[in-house]
Every structure is written in structure tokens, then in C-alpha cells.
């Protein structure tokens, strides 16, 4: 969360808009961009049942986290849900810290969650399946992930099974998302190169120091 002091925020990766749409409710006005315009247009959706100052806080646009230039600066910058991990290369990470940097005040902060390295090494990743159902749908995702050690990523193969109650039809979907994990030592140094200093890192949620059954770790970055 912000400084109660900083007043314009930009997220980097918003997606369907809810941290926009939170954050804007407590006063605060956000900018949003994404590199999908169907999240995009879900956001924007999403924003027109907010009440009218809410919504006047809210702004939308396309852009790429690692090149993005929008020529104006914020209090503070956010990317939740893992999106610096969609980095998977050394390049693509420091181009959008490097982002971040570039559209923050002096003192602005640049706060961000990821997975974390001792965790991911330890305890490895496994196979796990969610099931979560309504009146209409039954959905089943199962999550197969492939570690690649030596590029520090893994491959999160989904399968996903929906099944219509009325007509008992089911359709198929089938994704692989690659993520980037990191260190701390990483993370400084990321930081050091983009011309910002690390002010905290702890478990994401707990706010404990992270250990190595820490899968989510959030850092803020100062600059």
C-alpha cells in the first residue's frame, strides 16, 4: 500500500482493475495499464460501477511494463500478483524496474511482489488441482509445473475442465504460464542498477521475514 501521503499511483499490470479500483475508494487517483485490451476493457467495465468521484480517480491505458514512457511521475508505482515474475529474462526484469524508476518522484515508491528463490528451491513445485464451482459452471484447474534451474523459471502448465450443470458439456483450456523466481541478492541488485535503494522485503501478506517456505515475498523500492 502507498504512503497515506502519496496521492498518484501508477500500476503496472492491473489487469481486470480491482487494486486500481481499491485504492482508488481510499482517495487515492490511479493510473492502470496493461498489455491485454480485453483486461483492459474489463477494468474499464469494472470502473463504471464505481460511484462518480471513485471513478474520476480511475484511468486506463495499453502499455508494456518494460517500455512504457508516459512522461508523467507518481508518488508510487505497483505491480501485484506476481507480474515482475512474467519477466523471465535478465533484460525484461531490469527494463521494468527500470520502468518504475524512471515514472517515480523523488522519494516515490516502487512496491512489488514475486516469487521467492529459497522457497521455490526447497520446497519445489508440485502438481496441484483447485475446484471451484457455481450454480451454472464446475471448474477444475489442474497446475503442472516444469522447474528450469539454470534459467531460474518454471513453467506452470494449466488444464482447465468446465463443465455446464444444465447440459453436462465440458470445454477444455489449456495455458502455460513461465515465471521468473528471484533472490533478495537479485532483487538489490536490480534496484542498485535502476537507481533505487530496497526499503523493505517481507512475506507477501504476513509482513514476517521471508524464509524458505516463503513463496510470495513483497519489496519496496525507494528512489
Not at 482508488?24 to 476493457?41: I, K, P, R, Y
Not at 508494456?64 to 505497483?78: E, I
Request: hydrophobic fraction near 40%; include cysteine.
Amino acid at each position: 500500500m502507498p504512503s497515506p501521503a502519496a496521492a498518484r499511483v501508477l500500476e503496472l499490470g492491473c489487469g481486470t482493475g480491482v487494486h486500481a479500483i481499491h485504492l482508488a475508494a481510499d482517495g487515492f487517483s490511479v493510473h492502470g495499464v496493461d498489455s491485454s485490451e480485453a483486461m483492459l476493457g474489463a477494468a474499464r467495465a469494472r470502473a463504471v460501477g464505481c460511484n462518480p468521484s471513485q471513478r474520476a480517480r480511475l484511468s486506463f491505458s495499453l502499455g508494456d511494463a518494460r517500455s512504457l514512457s508516459l512522461g508523467t511521475r507518481f508518488h508510487a508505482v505497483m505491480a501485484l500478483f506476481h507480474v515482475l515474475s512474467y519477466q523471465t529474462t535478465n533484460r525484461d526484469l531490469l527494463s521494468m524496474v527500470e520502468t518504475a524508476a524512471s515514472h517515480l518522484e523523488e522519494r516515490g515508491v516502487f512496491v512489488f511482489d514475486y516469487w521467492f528463490a529459497p522457497a521455490v528451491l526447497t520446497e519445489r513445485p508440485a502438481v496441484r488441482v483447485k475446484r471451484l464451482e457455481s450454480d451454472e459452471i464446475e471448474v477444475t484447474r489442474i497446475a503442472e509445473p516444469v522447474l528450469h534451474a539454470h534459467e531460474s523459471c518454471v513453467d506452470v502448465n494449466y488444464h482447465v475442465f468446465i463443465r455446464d450443470k444444465a447440459t453436462g458439456t465440458v470445454d477444455e483450456v489449456r495455458e502455460t504460464h513461465r515465471m521468473r523466481y528471484l533472490s533478495l541478492q537479485e532483487i538489490e541488485m536490480l534496484a542498485e542498477r535502476a537507481g533505487l535503494h530496497v526499503l523493505e522485503s517481507c512475506e507477501w501478506m504476513t509482513g514476517r521475514q521471508p524464509g524458505c517456505d516463503t513463496w510470495g515475498v513483497c519489496t519496496v523500492l525507494r528512489r
